[in-house]
């Protein structure tokens, strides 16, 4: 409708008229192109969520809406970790004491088997002081996989060898016959023999000495 043909009868009432019409147009409009923005805005955001929606469902591997009932609770699932993660511990533990057990009785064992061996090797010599001969060849010991090895210097060999080495290098660590009636006696001590805690004193000296190596085995 055109306004203009009621200027004439309005009168001085026709620019408020005209006035508030346009106005009304002015707001229907605005409203049209609120409308046509919201709009254009309600998509983009609707592909948005489509674009997101999709990227999860891939990531929890997932086809469609149908599959999100046999997606666990997430509070049951955190539980489940929990209970999993302490079972784990659990038997990391078990695991650790059932290793220590191992490995303290293949050393008990060891130790049996190495005292075992070396009073077998020593039996086949009478010496002056067993006891030290006997904390020697122990500093001596070294296992190599399964088998007990005597080290001489840095080369380990079979305990019998080694300790046959040790009485061929160290002859006074053997009893010795008393010759014509003189000399030490094992048993005991004649008027001409040395005392047998001084001899073993020198005996303990002379091992020291002869081999640095024994005090750092």
Do not use: C
């Not at 408020?16 to 229907?28: F, K, S, W």
């Not at 784990?88 to 050393?107: M, N, S, Y």
Request: hydrophobic content about 35%; proline content about 4%; aromatic content about 4%.
């Amino acid at each position: 409708m055109d306004l203009a043909v009621l200027k004439d009868r309005l009168g001085d009432q026709y620019d408020a008229l005209e006035t508030y019409v346009n106005t009304l147009i002015g707001q229907r409009d605005a409203a049209r192109k609120e409308s046509i923005d919201g709009r254009k805005a309600l998509k983009a955001e609707n592909e948005a969520l489509k674009a997101a929606k999709a990227t999860l469902f891939e990531k929890l591997g997932l086809d469609d809406e149908a599959d999100l009932a046999t997606l666990p609770d997430a509070k049951g699932q955190a539980e489940a970790v929990k209970q999993f993660e302490a079972r784990v511990k659990r038997l990391e533990k078990d695991l650790a004491d059932t290793t220590k057990q191992r490995d303290d009785g293949q050393q008990r064992y060891r130790q049996v088997l190495a005292e075992k061996e070396m009073q077998k090797a020593l039996a086949h010599h009478a010496f002056v002081d067993q006891e030290l001969v006997e904390d020697y060849v122990k500093s001596r010991l070294v296992w190599d996989d399964d088998a007990l090895m005597y080290r001489h210097g840095e080369t380990p060999m079979a305990l019998d060898a080694g300790v046959k080495l040790l009485v061929k290098d160290r002859p006074h660590l053997l009893k010795q016959a008393p010759a014509g009636g003189s000399g030490w006696n094992p048993t005991g001590q004649s008027s001409g023999s040395p005392d047998p805690n001084t001899l073993r004193q020198q005996l303990r000296a002379q091992v020291s000495s002869g081999n640095p190596a024994a005090k750092s085995a």
